[in-house]
Nanobody
Framework: QVQLVESGGGLVQAGGSLRLSCSAS????????MGWYRQAPGRQRELVAT???????NYADSVKGRFTISRDNAKNTVYLQMNSLKPEDTAVYYC?????????????WGRGTQVTVSS
């Protein structure tokens, strides 16, 4: 069973920084796109950033220039460096990975890590 474990969340003041990590374990298959999504109370889950196995990145407009996604393919780990944090970045952040099983990519999700930005 594929497991994704996030870490690095916490409480930070506005303008501060946090770095999230997500490691995928129990994987003997290849991983295509990995990414981060977030969900604030009363809102739908939304895309934050994604990165392909080749390193191509995609960001939500709201985080462009402030957040940076990266990955270490050898470690099956994806990172999210978050700078200049704003109160509106407060949410539970979820890691996502598309794992190829029998030639088809299936999405797997972590349990989430809370990020709280105080004003």
């Amino acid at each position: 069973q594929v497991q994704l474990v996030e870490s690095g969340g916490g409480l930070v003041q506005a303008g501060g920084s946090l770095r999230l990590s997500c490691s995928a374990s129990r994987i003997s298959n290849s991983i295509n796109t990995m990414g981060w999504y977030r969900q604030a109370p009363g809102r739908q889950r939304e895309l934050v950033a994604t990165i392909t196995s080749g390193g191509r990145t995609n960001y939500a407009d709201s985080v462009k220039g402030r957040f940076t996604i990266s990955r270490d393919n050898a470690k099956n780990t994806v990172y999210l460096q978050m700078n200049s944090l704003k109160p509106e970045d407060t949410a539970v952040y979820y890691c996502n990975a598309d794992v190829v099983l029998t030639g088809i990519p299936y999405p797997f999700w972590g349990r989430g890590t809370q990020v709280t930005v105080s004003s």
